[in-house]
């Protein structure tokens, strides 16, 4: 089946500091890819849409001047958590669409100090 | 717009009984529904899908699953759970809309006793 990577798995950065995260659908094209959060013991939560070539769409609550999102091309989108803070250590994970079925990368975790 | 409901937040099964884990969706279209599993500090596996074939799925590791219109329900079912079934259940819906977004149940824990 399809495979999506993401990049890095885990990473550790302090309070204050910016961490980008790729998401990449290895062997097809996605002109939508979704961004989602899941904090420990919890569901995932959609946090954003990434349009190739187009802004980003954001769910309700999710802050777009925080986490900035770049669909670069048809393989690649990138979530850059800026200015990160101990409240946004979660598990980010993204996910690809063919037509019936999401393909999600395996997270990335973050740990902000 | 669509939700999902996993109506249990933890399910406790002893080895070898049946496993049972309901979900309810609702949706202004025909969605397709999945069940995903996620293993403690681990990735999403996709057990099973339902994108308007079949009614009852059946999927990997012995589970199955129906789609009941009428009831908008799709539970997860397997006659005999195993140890290694323990870990966190995720009933998802997504919608041809939105380049398919995808909404996740809340989960269900199963525990799987000796």
């Known amino acids: 089946g399809a495979v999506v990577s993401q990049h890095p798995s885990w990473v550790i950065c302090k309070s204050g500091t910016s961490v980008k995260i790729e998401c990449r659908s290895l062997d097809f094209q996605a002109t939508t890819m979704f961004w989602y959060r899941q904090f420990p013991k919890q569901s995932l939560m959609l946090m954003a849409t990434?349009?190739?070539?187009?802004?980003?769409?954001?769910e309700q609550g999710v802050e777009k001047d925080k986490f900035l999102i770049n669909h670069a091309s048809l393989t690649l989108s990138t979530l850059t958590v800026t200015s990160a803070h101990p409240e946004d250590s979660s598990f980010y994970i993204c996910?690809?669409?063919?037509?019936?079925?999401?393909?999600f990368g395996p997270g990335t975790r973050l740990t902000v100090t | 717009a669509q939700s999902v409901t996993q109506l249990d937040s933890h399910v406790s099964v002893s080895e070898g009984t049946p496993v049972l884990l309901r979900c309810n969706y609702s949706s202004s279209y025909s969605p397709s529904l999945f069940w995903y599993v996620q293993h403690p500090n681990k990735g999403l596996q996709l057990l099973l899908k339902y994108t308007s074939a079949a009614t009852l799925v059946k999927g990997i590791n012995g589970f199955e699953a129906e789609f009941k219109k009428s009831e908008t329900s799709f539970h997860l079912t397997k006659p005999s759970a195993h140890m290694s079934d323990a870990a966190e259940y995720f009933c998802?819906?997504?919608?041809?809309?939105?380049?398919?977004?995808?909404?996740f149940g809340a989960g269900t824990r199963l525990f799987v006793k000796a």
């Open positions: 996910s690809a669409p063919t037509r019936y079925e999401q393909y």
């Open positions: 998802v819906v997504s919608e041809p809309t939105g380049g398919f977004k995808t909404i």
């Open positions: 990434s349009n190739e070539g187009s802004k980003a769409t954001y």
